[in-house]
């Protein structure tokens, strides 16, 4: 399919919205996601002491990372690692996420407000990146099950 591929379960017979499920996501990933950005703020500020425009640049490339990424996690009710997505979804995302990071570094990025980030933060960031995405498929994996759809996880 052009613009994703979908799971089978989506197609095999007609889906209702569950409108609490998605409300019962809504509360639970808000604070999390609350929380990353603090974290976020503790390690730009505290840890690596970054000014304001280093700053700016370290959180909008983070947050730009994450919320672009999390695509490939909430896109499937499975696993997102066995339920690929489509090559335009996958370009777009992987294509946003890499602009984010290189931003900060190309020659316009000062008339943005933004600074080059250090390589020591480029790990830091991965991290972040990474647990986040691991912390919303547990997330997504516990809601489901509670709402019977467990088996597909």
């Known amino acids: 399919m052009w613009l994703g591929n979908v799971d089978p379960v989506?197609?095999?017979?007609?889906?209702?919205?569950?409108i609490r499920l998605v409300q019962r996501f809504m509360w639970t990933m808000g604070p999390v996601s609350s929380l990353y950005d603090f974290l976020?703020?503790?390690?730009?500020?505290?840890?690596?002491h970054f000014g304001e425009a280093?700053?700016?640049?370290?959180w909008f490339v983070e947050s730009l990372a994450t919320q672009t990424l999390v695509l490939f996690v909430?896109?499937?009710?499975?696993?997102?690692?066995q339920s690929r997505p489509s090559l335009p979804l996958?370009?777009?995302?992987?294509?946003?996420?890499?602009?984010?990071?290189t931003l900060p570094y190309l020659p316009f990025a000062a008339r943005l407000g933004f600074e080059p980030l250090p390589a020591a933060y480029l790990p830091v960031l991965l991290l972040l990146?990474?647990?986040?995405?691991?912390?919303?498929?547990?997330?997504?994996?516990?809601?489901?099950r509670g709402a019977g759809l467990g088996l597909l996880l």
């Open 74 to 81: 909430i896109r499937t009710v499975g696993k997102p690692w």
């Open 129 to 144: 990146i990474v647990s986040y995405l691991g912390i919303v498929q547990l997330i997504k994996a516990r809601l489901l």
């Open 10 to 18: 989506y197609v095999d017979k007609p889906q209702r919205w569950d």
């Open 90 to 101: 996958t370009v777009t995302t992987l294509g946003v996420a890499a602009l984010g990071v």
């Open 40 to 48: 976020t703020f503790f390690l730009l500020l505290r840890v690596f």
């Open 54 to 58: 280093r700053f700016r640049s370290g």
